[in-house]
C-alpha cells in the first residue's frame, strides 16, 4: 500500500493549475477538455459529484489527446473500481480512508488523497504516500498552515485545493512543498454550460503562465 509517486508527479508537474470541474453535461465534456488541453493545462479533474461524471470521463479519455483526465471526489472502492474502467488516468480524493487506500493499492490508477491536520499528513507519510491533495485549502489555514508544514513533514508535497483563486494561486506556488493547485475557476459550471470553450481556453493559457 504505497503510493505511485512517479506517475502522480506527472500529473501534478503537468501545469502549475489542475482545474476542478463539475460537468452535467457529458456532451460538453470532450470540447471543453480540448480548450484546457490547447490552453496548457493537460491535467484535469472531473468531479463525481454529477450522476454524468464517469461518462464524461470516459470520453476524454477516449478522445482528446495529450489530456490527462483524472476523477475527483472518490470517496471508497466501488467508485475507485468505476473510474479505473471508465479510463481516469489519476484518482483524487477529499480525504483519506484505510479502506480507500486499499483500493488504490488494487488499481494501476494512482491517487491523490487529501489530508488537511499534520496527523493527517503523517499518517499518509506513514502509509508512503508523500503527494497530498491539502483540502479545503483556505479553510484549514491555507498559507499559513503550509508554511507550518514545510519544516517538520518536508517530505509531504500539495495540491492545496478549495478556496484557491487567481489572486491567491501565485502564492501557493511560490511555497516550496506546493507542487500546483486545484482551482475551479478555470471553468466553472456556468462556463462548460455555456460552451464558451474561448473563455475557458484563455483563463487555462492564464493558469498555465503561473510561476512556481
Known amino acids: 500500500m504505497t503510493q505511485d509517486t512517479q506517475r502522480i508527479d506527472t500529473v501534478?508537474?503537468?501545469?502549475?493549475?489542475?482545474?476542478?470541474?463539475?460537468?452535467?453535461?457529458?456532451a460538453k465534456a470532450v470540447p471543453m477538455a480540448r480548450a484546457l488541453v490547447r490552453g496548457g493545462l493537460p491535467a484535469i479533474e472531473i468531479?463525481?459529484?454529477?450522476?454524468?461524471?464517469?461518462?464524461?470521463?470516459r470520453a476524454v479519455a477516449a478522445e482528446v489527446a495529450g489530456a490527462i483526465v483524472g476523477a475527483g471526489t472518490v470517496l471508497d472502492a466501488r467508485q475507485y473500481d468505476a473510474v479505473a474502467k471508465a479510463g481516469a488516468r489519476f484518482a483524487v480524493a477529499p480525504g483519506a480512508t484505510e479502506a480507500l487506500l486499499s483500493?488504490?493499492?488494487?488499481h494501476d490508477v494512482p491517487l491523490l488523497p487529501g489530508a488537511a491536520t499534520p496527523s493527517e499528513v503523517m499518517r499518509l507519510l506513514e502509509a508512503g504516500y508523500s503527494r497530498l491533495k491539502l483540502f479545503p485549502a483556505e479553510a484549514v489555514g491555507g498559507l499559513a498552515l503550509l508554511?507550518?508544514?514545510?519544516?517538520?513533514?518536508?517530505?509531504?508535497r500539495f495540491c492545496p485545493t478549495g478556496g484557491i483563486t487567481p489572486a491567491n494561486a501565485p502564492a501557493y506556488l511560490a511555497l516550496s512543498n506546493v507542487a500546483c493547485v486545484g482551482g475551479s475557476w478555470i471553468a466553472p459550471a456556468a462556463a462548460i454550460s455555456a460552451g464558451d470553450w474561448d473563455g475557458i481556453e484563455q483563463r487555462a493559457r492564464q493558469a498555465a503562465a503561473l510561476d512556481r
Not at 47 to 57: F, K, N
Not at 103 to 106: H, L, P, S
Request: aromatic share 0%; proline share 12%.
Open 12 to 26: 501534478m508537474t503537468a501545469s502549475p493549475v489542475i482545474p476542478v470541474l463539475v460537468v452535467e453535461d457529458p
Open 147 to 156: 508554511k507550518a508544514l514545510a519544516s517538520p513533514l518536508p517530505a509531504a
Open 103 to 106: 483500493a488504490a493499492a488494487g
Open 47 to 57: 468531479t463525481l459529484r454529477t450522476e454524468t461524471a464517469l461518462e464524461a470521463i
